[in-house]
């Protein structure tokens, strides 16, 4: 095996793990609001809300990543939705943009998932304590039932979110500069299709085993509280 490409092109995956890391960043914070919205709905006992959240899960588990990406790809720009460029973020914001809706809209189903599961996890007592001491019950979920499920569901969620950084690599379709885009870009200034994959396969493990390490020395922290 060559190596011998990385003087030159380290700056590459450097700027790949960069925008990684930004684009996985900014889908799980849309992630995890818009998956508190759907399992919220997917538990409220009004109907249309409770089967919007239902339909809404079941359609986005049940189609593929990639399409998602390729719908908001070439459907914003058809529905005439343009992003303003950010030098800060790359000079494909709009691209990166689509790429991000993409990703959150498919990670929010299964966060969803994950928060259902841990309100439903919370006794049933807390909800009609909170209601005993005249909160409303979006007071008593938001101020008593959130935070106990969110300490239950905080491992899950910390996978979602390696489990996100790891199918971002899907937005290099796209032309989305991240670590997978990079090494394409190698591959093709070097004609070595080997060595690029493995230095992006090295970064990839070191971000999501250092990511692990962090959600465990949190979670650790939070069951001691």
Do not use: C
């Amino acid at each position: 095996m060559d190596f011998s490409f990385l003087p030159q092109y380290y700056g590459f995956f450097i700027e790949g793990a960069r925008v990684t890391l930004i684009l996985s960043l900014f889908t799980v914070i849309f992630g995890v609001i818009l998956g508190v919205l759907i399992a919220l709905m997917r538990l409220s006992s009004i109907w249309p809300l409770k089967f919007f959240g239902s339909a809404y899960v079941e359609f986005i588990r049940g189609t593929p990543v990639l399409v998602q990406v390729y719908l908001f790809y070439y459907g914003l720009p058809m529905a005439g939705v343009e992003f303003p460029e950010v030098p800060f973020l790359g000079s494909n914001f709009p691209d990166m943009m689509a790429a991000i809706l993409a990703l959150s809209i498919n990670s929010s189903a299964y966060v969803a998932e994950v928060f259902r599961a841990g309100i439903q996890a919370i006794d049933k007592g807390q909800m009609e304590a909170g209601r005993s001491l005249g909160l409303t019950h979006a007071m008593t979920m938001w101020n008593i039932i959130l935070p106990q499920a969110l300490r239950n569901i905080l491992p899950a969620l910390g996978n979602e979110f390696i489990v996100v950084i790891k199918e971002s690599s899907i937005v290099s379709v796209i032309g989305i500069g991240e670590l997978m885009y990079k090494a394409d870009t190698i591959k093709g200034n070097t004609y070595q299709a080997f060595e690029p994959l493995i230095v992006v396969a090295i970064i990839y493990f070191i971000i999501t085993f250092t990511l692990s390490k962090l959600l465990g020395v949190a979670e650790r922290r939070m069951k001691t509280h």
